[in-house]
Structures are given as structure tokens and as C-alpha cells.
């Protein structure tokens, strides 16, 4: 079967890594060269709304996915004219608007964190009065890994932050102290079919995720299924969906909505008997979902900006993932992977991975065990 991907990066490459075990070909539409999936496929190398080139990805296709939900609409919506086309142009709409994602949550009686939009520095200044300090501005579109973030703690930072973020619409967002971020990664099949991951517990800095651990039996968990369910329902979604959620207390606020495989699923690649990767191309191409069940407990190590030497023999057990990108500060450019039965095991080798790739604070405090972590 040929499988066409908008994007190049290193969700795409991790797809088609799943797929082509499968059987199946791969065609990647992207802009960027290198593209770091190009070794597992072919790339038509163009703008993602290149009529000319979404044409020949639509014609050699049997079925077309996206890697990213800041392709343009309009492209997916050209493709789906002519191939089938998952998730669809009505679920990415939804994803790539913030405050179009959490007026979505509204309606379907999921909690946000108070919010609202801006389109003025008057507005924020509203806005502002409202939902008071601190709070975060961010782009309604186009952010990802905290770019498009500004964080308000007093008057002093908003003069100038609507500025800052070149006067783009935004959404104002009460900051929420939360216990723990959490996300959820299901899959749904067109047949309404869902399968769903166990919970992962995430951790930032600098709005860019740095660990990933697998939650099975999570006290959150059922609650997270049925919020993602109500989702995966209203927009008919065929894929792999993830929603990222503040935990409060005992409650779940809803952050954002991802169309896509995320990162903070990696872990599925090892630590599942069906990796996230496989179940969207069994989802997308029309077969029946693989087995989300886990055998051992798992962590996720992201590797930001530059790859550390021999890591797997200071750390044996870890899987490396190299996305085979370019160094460059602040970017991803691999994960590791460690899963074992023993949490006391599993923590100590996180930890180390942890230190080896710089994030020695959050090391520290797993090492000394405590989870949840709190990371400023
Ligand atoms: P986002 O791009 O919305 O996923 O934000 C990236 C990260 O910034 C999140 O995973 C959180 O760690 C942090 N963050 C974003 N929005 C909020 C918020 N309203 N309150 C607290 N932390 C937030």
C-alpha cells in the first residue's frame, strides 16, 4: 500500500519505520531539505500547498496522512478531493486554532483553563483584567515546543507583549498550577473503533517536552479515555489522536489536541505490544487496531539540540533513536527509550539518561523519588 505523508520530520520517518515491515511505500510532501525521513520513502521536495506536487502525491497514494497540524488546511482539503485522506481537513481545523480548540472543548463539556481571545493590545489589556496574573499569551496559530509563548506575571510584562508576538491573534490563557501534565494517545478506526494508550506523565521546560513516563493503571486514566472520547467521536476521527490535559487535584483541564502521533507516545515504539506509529497506519489504511497493552513500565528521554556521546554503553538497556537532524539548539533531535519491570531500575537509568543529555535537575529529583517532579 502507498502511504503519502505532508512532512518530512521525524514523526514521518517513525511512521514509515513502522510501515515498512508492513509492506508499505512511502512519499513524503515536504519543504525542508534534508528531510530526515527521506531514507524511508521518496520526497517530493515543494511548498505543502504546491498544487503540482499535491496532485502527484494525491495520484501515487492509496491513502494520505500528515505528520504536523500546521499544514495548510486548504491542502489537505484538495487532497481529499482526489485520495482518502486521515485525519480529516475538519479535525485539523480544530487543531490549529487555539481558541477554535478550546471553544471545541467548551461545547463538548470538557474544562479548559479560563481563557480568551486577542486581537488588540486593548483586548489583552480586557483580557487580562479578567483572567489576572499570571497567565500566558500565546499565538491562536502556528506554535509549537513553546515558541509563540510569551508568560505574564504582572502589569509590567504586558506592555509590549501582544508586540512581541507580532501582533498576530492570540489567546490569553490563565496559567494553571497544575500537579502533573498528562497526555492521552488514542486511536480510532473508521468503524468507530478506539483503542488507547496508557496515560503518559510529561515534563517540560521551556515549553519543550523533556520526559515522557508510561502510567499504566494511572487513578486518571478512565477519566482521560472518556474525555478523548467525546473527541474522537464528535469529529469522526480516523487516526491517532492525542490530548494533552493539566491535572488539578483529581480534575483534568484540557490543554491542547494533537491530530497526529506525539512524542510524548515514543515510549509505544518499545514499551507497547502496538506502537502509537503502527496503530495510525493500521487506522488510516483501514485495519484493525493493534493491541495497546504494555508488558513493562517505560520512559522517554528527549534529546534537544545535541546527541551525547556513547550513550548506550553508559547506560545499557537504552534505546536510541536518532532522527539523523542536523545539531541545533533547542531542537530535537532523538529520544531514548528505557522500559523495565523495576520501577527502582527504570528510574535509575532515566536518571542517568537524563544527566547524559543535560536536564541533571529533573535527574536529581527523579532519582530521589519524587514523582510527580515539579519543574519550573
Ligand atoms: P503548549 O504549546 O500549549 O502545549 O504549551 C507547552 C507547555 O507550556 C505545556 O506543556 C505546559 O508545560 C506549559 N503551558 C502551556 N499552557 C499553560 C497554561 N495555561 N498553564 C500552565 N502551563 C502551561
Not at 175 to 182: C, H, Y
Not at 240 to 263: K, M, S, W, Y
Not at 280 to 293: K, N
Not at 348 to 354: I, K, N
Request: glycine letters at 8%; hydrophobic letters at 40%; proline letters at 5%.
Amino acid at each position: 500500500m502507498n502511504i503519502g505523508i505532508l512532512g518530512g520530520g521525524q514523526l514521518a520517518r517513525m511512521l514509515a519505520q513502522a510501515g515498512r515491515p508492513l509492506g508499505q511505500n512511502f512519499m513524503f510532501l515536504s519543504p525542508d531539505i534534508p528531510s530526515c525521513a527521506a531514507p524511508y520513502g521518496e520526497h517530493l521536495q515543494a511548498r505543502y500547498d504546491d498544487e503540482t506536487a499535491l496532485q502527484r502525491l494525491a495520484q501515487w497514494a492509496d491513502v494520505v496522512t500528515y505528520e504536523f497540524e500546521n499544514v495548510p488546511a486548504p491542502s489537505i482539503q484538495f487532497l481529499e478531493a482526489r485520495v482518502r485522506v486521515h485525519p480529516s481537513s475538519s479535525a485539523l481545523e480544530v487543531s490549529k486554532n487555539r481558541v477554535r480548540e478550546k471553544t471545541e472543548f467548551q461545547h463538548l463539556g470538557i474544562a479548559t483553563a479560563e481563557f480568551a481571545a486577542v486581537d488588540s493590545a486593548a483586548s489583552l489589556t480586557e483580557a487580562v483584567a479578567r483572567i489576572g496574573f499570571p497567565a500566558i499569551l500565546k499565538t491562536q496559530t502556528e506554535g509549537y515546543d513553546g515558541k509563540g509563548q510569551v508568560v505574564l506575571r504582572s502589569a509590567e510584562d504586558v506592555a509590549g507583549a501582544w508586540q512581541a508576538l507580532d501582533t498576530v491573534p492570540c489567546i490569553l490563557e490563565a496559567m494553571v498550577s497544575f500537579d502533573r501534565e498528562l497526555s492521552i494517545i488514542a486511536v480510532r478506526c473508521a468503524t468507530g473503533a478506539k483503542v488507547f494508550y496508557p496515560l503518559s506523565e510529561n515534563y517540560h521546560r521551556n515549553g519543550i517536552l523533556r520526559l515522557s513516563l508510561s502510567r499504566p493503571g494511572d487513578p486518571m486514566q478512565a477519566a482521560a479515555e472518556a474525555l478523548i472520547t467525546r473527541l474522537l467521536d464528535h469529529l469522526d476521527f480516523v487516526g491517532v489522536l492525542t490530548l494533552e490535559l493539566f491535572q488539578v487535584g483529581d480534575r483534568l483541564l484540557a490543554n491542547e489536541i494533537a491530530p497526529r502521533v506525539h512524542n510524548s507516545g515514543h515510549w509505544t515504539i518499545e514499551g507497547a505490544a502496538t506502537s502509537q506509529f503502527e496503530n495510525h497506519l493500521h487506522a488510516v489504511t483501514g485495519q484493525p487496531l493493534g493491541d495497546t497493552g504494555i508488558s513493562a513500565d517505560s520512559a522517554m528521554v528527549n534529546i534537544i539540540g545535541t546527541l551525547p556521546n556513547h550513550i548506550q554503553s553508559q547506560v545499557p538497556g537504552a534505546h536510541l533513536h536518532s532522527y539523523d537532524k542536523a545539531e541545533r539548539q533547542g531542537r530535537k533531535i532523538g529520544h531514548l527509550t528505557l522500559v523495565s519491570n523495576d520501577p527502582a531500575t527504570l528510574r535509575e537509568q532515566t536518571a542517568r539518561c537524563l544527566r547524559w543529555v543535560g536536564e541533571s535537575d529533573l535527574a536529581s529529583r527523579l532519582s530521589d523519588g519524587k514523582t510527580p517532579v515539579r519543574v519550573s
